[in-house]
């Protein structure tokens, strides 16, 4: 495939808030079509170093995305090297339809010109992204009015029209209920299977029906690695899940 040389490395990541140790010297090593869970209890560091990998947090280490040095740029030099995440909060802009919201995002991508093409014509990426994020039959609903779940399926699918190939999503299932977490699941599974996809979760349960890695952050530093089934059975695990 297209994504097959992307290839997330964090070496040695430092996130220091006034005086503050919050990520100190993580590394990870994600690649396309393997979905990366990070997970942890409150304050273990995980948004953290999400914002550094966006250049939201200032951060001292490497962090490289298909072998380009992505700490020291600036927000937006970082999102058009491939990297996209979302919030805990979904940002979609309420007053247009869901299609209007992936055109946008997709001209984005391709610059103003492509705001100005024939109306009615809709792009072969847009297509796709409605059908990957289930949202085909709401084309034309105003995003302000959608369910808490199809908002974040919405940011998702906008940014795969931005061509983001990290994909850095912020608790995603935070708040759904349980129909939309499965969904959202199945969401996960295909996107993961070609792109990059780093998950910050802090409910374990959530991850127990998948296959990928899974990263365990505590107090700023990698505690555990492994399948879902290996880290839920490693005792340090344990007991920073049940201390918390
Ligand atoms: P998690 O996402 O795992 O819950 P965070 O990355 O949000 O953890 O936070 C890690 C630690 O860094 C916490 O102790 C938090 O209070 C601290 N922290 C996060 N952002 C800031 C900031 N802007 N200023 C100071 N401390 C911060």
């Known amino acids: 495939s297209r994504f097959r040389h992307d290839y997330l490395e964090v070496r040695g990541l430092r996130v220091e ?19 990366r869970f990070l997970i942890g209890p409150n304050g273990a560091g995980k948004t953290t170093i999400v914002d550094a990998i966006t250049g939201l947090a200032r951060a001292t280490g490497s962090v490289k995305f298909g072998g380009v040095e992505l700490l020291g740029r600036k927000t937006h030099r970082i999102a058009r090297a491939g990297v996209g995440r979302t919030f805990q909060t979904a940002s979609v802009f309420e007053e247009l339809s869901v299609l209007q919201n ?22 072969e990426s847009v297509e796709q992204a409605l059908e990957t994020i289930g ?21 998702i699918g906008m940014l795969l029209v931005q061509d983001a ?11 759904m209920s349980q129909a939309e977490r499965e969904q959202t699941g199945d969401l996960l599974q295909r996107i993961g299977a070609q792109r990059t996809v780093v998950v910050v979760e802090h ?5 127990r029906s998948f296959a990928s890695s899974v990263t365990v952050l505590h107090m700023g530093r990698v505690l555990a690695e492994g ?13 920073v899940y049940l201390g918390s």
């Open 102 to 123: 992936l055109d946008i995002a997709a001209g984005a991508r391709r610059g103003p010109a492509a705001l100005l093409r024939r109306r009615g014509r809709v792009p």
């Open 203 to 207: 409910d374990m349960e959530f991850l």
């Open 17 to 35: 808030f006034d005086g503050f140790v919050a990520v100190q010297g993580v590394d990870l090593t994600v690649t396309a079509g393997d979905l």
């Open 165 to 175: 190939r990290l994909l850095l999503l912020d608790e995603p299932v935070a708040g």
């Open 227 to 239: 399948t879902y089934a290996q880290v839920q059975a490693d005792p340090r695990v344990q007991e």
């Open 135 to 155: 949202l085909a039959h709401l084309r034309d609903t105003q995003a302000g009015i959608l369910a808490h779940g199809q908002k974040q399926w919405l940011e």
